[in-house]
């Protein structure tokens, strides 16, 4: 699986929009970039995922540039909910799936 | 609740002891992993189930540590002789794979063990 790079904090105010950014340089062209938190004291959560186009949901979207050596999520309307630790993970969407976490982004979001 | 659930949530044992975990996944999900975190970093994976069949183990699973998941329901994860090493958060999720689609994985709340 690839490797991504994360800013190790980032903080929001409440209500703004928190934007996440994520670098994976040597993403494969078969390689699909997953977005996880986690809320401490709580086990991973999956957010969104995609693998060239723009993706949204009810809880993100996903930006993720046209050459995909890079990718943002974003929250449009952070929550003080939203605080947690935020993971970019790239991998294959066939065969077997572990997830291969790095350290993430820790999002604090203040009133 | 039918999420993924684990007991205990905390465990706290002396250096040498063994100690079991359980994992109950989401009912029907076909496959099952065990994850381990370690304050300040990501989770590690460990080993998956493909329902009753053990299909991988990473090398930061020793000698000391065993998985089960006996009738493709729920697993266990024991951990002989334990180490202060050992001393993580452990993990469970558990997915439906079906063939060509997206699965995701659902992770329980997980097993905090504590080695003094």
């Known amino acids: 699986d690839a490797k991504t790079t994360q800013p190790p904090s980032m903080d929001c105010a409440e209500g703004r929009a928190a934007n996440l950014p994520c670098n994976h340089s040597?993403?494969?062209?078969?390689?699909?970039v997953y977005w996880y938190r986690q809320i401490h004291s709580q086990g991973p959560q999956y957010i969104i995922h995609?693998?060239?186009n723009n993706e949204t949901n009810e809880m993100a979207s996903l930006i993720i540039t046209e050459d995909r050596k890079s990718s943002t999520l974003i929250l449009p309307h952070a929550t003080l909910r939203d605080t947690a630790v935020y993971y970019c993970?790239?991998?294959?969407?066939?065969?077997?799936?572990?997830?291969?976490f790095g350290t993430g982004t820790r999002l604090l979001v203040s009133p | 609740d039918t999420g993924v659930s684990q007991d205990p949530r905390h465990k706290i044992t002396k250096r040498g002891q063994n100690v079991t975990f359980r994992c109950d996944p989401i009912?029907?999900?076909?496959?099952l992993y065990w994850y381990r975190q370690t304050l300040g970093q990501g989770p590690e994976f460990l080993t998956y189930?493909?329902?009753?069949?053990?299909?991988?183990k990473s090398r930061l699973l020793s000698d000391r540590f065993s998985a089960e998941r006996p009738k493709g329901s729920f697993s266990t994860l024991e951990i002989q002789r334990t180490e202060q090493g050992d001393s993580a958060m452990y993990l469970c999720?558990?997915?439906?794979?079906?063939?060509?689609?997206?699965?995701?994985?659902?992770f329980g709340p997980g097993t905090r063990l504590t080695v003094l």
């Open positions: 189930f493909q329902n009753e069949a053990q299909l991988e």
């Open positions: 993970i790239v991998r294959v969407n066939t065969g077997f799936q572990k997830l291969v």
């Open positions: 009912s029907e999900h076909n496959r």
């Open positions: 999720a558990s997915s439906l794979v079906v063939w060509g689609s997206f699965n995701e994985q659902f």
């Open positions: 995609g693998l060239k």
């Open positions: 040597t993403i494969s062209g078969n390689e699909y």
